[in-house]
């Protein structure tokens, strides 16, 4: 884990001004909690197989291809649990398998999390990003289902370059990160949590909520840090900290030379209990998140300024995630099916029409509702039209294309 500390500042109403110019400075535990770049690289075979060895190039992953840019891949889950690869590059479609009846998917950018009723499945997506601050790799390796851990949902999972966190029910179970990515479910700590909160290692341990509190673990379980926390709901991993939702606003959870610092980050003062955040969605590898707030908008909560904004929108959203870019664009779905695209201080840029409004209308479907956001595109599955619909939110939220993929009811976006 190598992340910086950061300045706070005031909690406000009203927009929010972001410093954009050292997004390297300041770093994820989830994403850059990661061994050093410039630590000595290990010896592998050489090409010939006899005895003469040579060093392994930097960044290299056994049984992955390191590549140029970015490798995207989409997984749509139908109704009926089969799971199919998407790649927007081409527009090729593989089936994965089938993961039973789905409730929920979640994802730590590589690895998903498919709640069903007999456990949690995780699958290994084969694509994902390392990001170093000044240097980032992408690698490709072959997707695949793991396997199964007797967990309960709802589930959230979070991953270190050497552990990951799957939360499910009440239990929070740590993997090793290697393991997971060869195929097989090495167990390293069993933790209690409360339901509907978050996880993320730290260290051979991890941040997790419970007993009305957010506390850091190391490896044998014992409580390092404590923040208060009361009725713990959502959170996200930013590129500055973890974030957990909290009955008051949120506990920000950020690594500094002394150790994993918990600090509160109360909502505006007056708040009503309606508009608390009880779940957060962002771009991966930014430090802006946002959250519906109840029926009167969405909230952003800057993690370098810890600060909360909110901001009202002229229709209740169902969902929201912040680009946390230049423009400062936010992507929403409306409660009347329409994807919007937003600036940070609510101000619409663009509309689709109502593309959801039957999966809204559907209990099911509406609960299971995906948005994903990358650098240059957001997608939504349409299940009743075997498609998912990718819109170019930097203009006007227009349909750049649909994707066709049958009856995708969960998506989720890997590789970023």
């Known amino acids: 884990m190598t992340l910086r500390p950061t300045t706070l500042g005031p909690t406000t109403l009203g927009p929010t001004t972001h410093r954009r110019g050292a997004a390297g400075a300041l770093l994820a535990?989830?994403?850059?909690?990661?061994?050093?770049?410039?630590a000595p690289a290990p010896a592998a075979p050489s090409a010939t197989g006899d005895a003469t060895e040579r060093a392994v190039p930097h960044g290299y992953v056994e049984g992955a291809a390191e590549l140029a840019e970015p490798q995207h891949l989409l997984t749509a889950v139908g109704a009926d649990g089969e799971a199919h690869l998407l790649d927007p590059l081409d527009e090729s479609v593989e089936q994965l398998g089938a993961l039973g009846e789905v409730e929920a998917l979640t994802h730590d950018g590589r690895f998903l999390a498919a709640t069903t009723a007999d456990g949690v499945t995780l699958v290994d997506t084969g694509v994902w990003t390392v990001d170093h601050a000044d240097h980032v790799h992408y690698y490709r390796a072959d997707p695949r289902v793991v396997g199964d851990l007797d967990l309960a949902g709802p589930v959230s999972i979070s991953s270190t370059e050497s552990r990951t966190a799957v939360l499910g029910g009440d239990e929070v179970v740590l993997l090793d990160r290697d393991a997971l990515g060869r195929g097989e479910l090495v167990?390293?700590?069993r933790f209690d949590a409360a339901a509907g909160g978050f996880a993320t290692p730290a260290g051979d341990g991890a941040i997790v909520a419970?007993?009305?509190?957010v506390v850091v673990l190391d490896a044998a379980g014992t409580q390092l840090a404590s923040e208060p926390c009361a009725a713990p709901a959502g959170g996200?991993?930013?590129?500055?900290?973890?974030?957990?939702?909290?009955?008051?606003?949120?506990?920000?959870?950020?690594?500094t030379d002394a150790g994993v610092q918990l600090e509160a980050i109360a909502l505006p003062a007056g708040t009503v209990a309606e508009l608390r955040p009880t779940g957060f969605g962002m771009r991966a590898g930014r430090a802006t998140t946002a959250a519906v707030a109840g029926e009167?908008?969405?909230?952003?909560?800057?993690?370098?300024?810890?600060?909360?904004?909110?901001?009202?929108?002229?229709?209740p959203l169902k969902r929201v995630v912040a680009v946390d870019d230049e423009a400062g664009h936010v992507v929403a779905i409306a409660a009347d099916g329409r994807v919007l695209v937003l600036d940070e201080a609510g101000a619409a840029l663009g509309a689709t029409e109502p593309v959801l409004a039957a999966a809204l209308a559907d209990p099911g479907a509406a609960a299971s509702l995906a948005l994903e956001v990358d650098a240059n595109r957001a997608y939504v599955p349409v299940a009743a039209d075997d498609a998912v619909l990718e819109i170019d939110y930097a203009d006007g939220a227009r349909i750049a294309r649909t994707l066709s993929v049958p009856a995708p009811l969960h998506l989720a976006e890997t590789g970023r």
Do not use: H, N, Q
């Not at 535990?29 to 410039?38: E, F, K, Q, R, Y």
């Not at 419970?210 to 509190?213: K, P, S």
């Not at 996200?236 to 606003?249: D, H, K």
């Open 210 to 213: 419970r007993d009305g509190a």
């Open 236 to 255: 996200i991993v930013t590129r500055v900290s973890a974030v957990v939702g909290c009955e008051a606003g949120a506990v920000l959870a950020t690594e």
């Open 187 to 189: 167990e390293t700590g």
């Open 296 to 315: 009167a908008g969405f909230w952003l909560l800057d993690t370098r300024e810890r600060t909360w904004t909110l901001v009202e929108t002229p229709v």
């Open 29 to 38: 535990i989830a994403a850059l909690a990661l061994a050093g770049c410039s």
